[in-house]
């Protein structure tokens, strides 16, 4: 996962709590992603930037906001939490050039009590 | 829309045999791209094979094949002489081929593959 750096990798919220999950790629791609696994699931995209300073929504973006801080950056905020948000967060940007694959960050993984 | 369908929710193999994992798709798009993750117990996710639309010859990596047919809007992947350390979950996914939406990709549910000894 060379290159895309999520922070925190681990973490446990109450109801209604709120937090950020931080994205940062060293690749130089003015595009990035966020993405939600759950439970048994394949990933589904919730937010994406094409170029910085832009955001748009994906398949599933209800009750998360996201910044693109600058180039490198790109957060996800979850501002009341909620237990139906419990999974494991992915951020990507492309990869290999000339395919756009995606490189994901190691993830991380959130439960909501 | 996009949509990625993966009928096999768990497959074992014998090692040293090889394995296909079924993937199917749909779309109305005229160029996309077809891939396939392997994602380990320690949960990361690891880019294995790429096919485009428009490619005529499937794509080979290493002991990867993607078996690409494109009337049946199918992409399965076959991992010849499997090994121990194949055992994973995977992920067959696709994505438009144009670069304003190339990272808006759609993934299937997974088929997780136990390889045995």
């Known amino acids: 996962n060379a290159g895309v750096t999520q922070t925190p990798k681990f973490q446990v919220l109450k109801t209604g709590q709120s937090m950020t999950l931080q994205c940062a790629q060293d690749?130089?791609?003015?595009?990035m992603y966020w993405y939600r696994q759950d439970p048994g699931m394949g990933l589904r995209l919730i937010y994406y930037s094409a170029s910085e300073g832009t955001t748009d929504k994906g398949e599933v973006p209800n009750g998360y906001n996201v910044s693109r801080l600058n180039k490198r950056e790109f957060s996800l905020r979850l501002e009341s939490a909620a237990p139906s948000q419990t999974s494991v967060y992915f951020c990507a940007t492309p990869g290999k050039t000339g395919t756009n694959v995606l490189t994901f960050g190691a993830g991380s993984r959130l439960t909501v009590l | 829309a996009q949509k990625i369908t993966q009928t096999q929710p768990g497959m074992f193999v014998q090692e040293k045999e090889a394995v296909t994992l079924d993937c199917t798709y749909d779309?109305?798009?005229?160029?996309?791209?077809l891939f396939w993750y392997k994602q380990p117990s320690s949960g990361e996710m690891i880019f294995l094979i790429y096919?485009?639309?428009?490619?005529?010859q499937n794509a080979t990596e290493g002991r990867y094949s993607l078996n690409f047919q494109k009337a049946r809007k199918s992409a399965n992947l076959v991992i010849s002489a499997s090994q121990l350390g194949d055992s994973a979950m995977y992920f067959c996914a696709m994505r438009p081929e144009d670069n304003t939406n190339a990272g808006k990709s759609t993934f299937g549910d997974g088929t997780t593959l136990t390889v045995k000894p």
């Open positions: 779309t109305s798009d005229q160029s996309y791209g």
């Open positions: 096919q485009g639309s428009y490619d005529e």
């Open positions: 690749m130089n791609h003015n595009s």
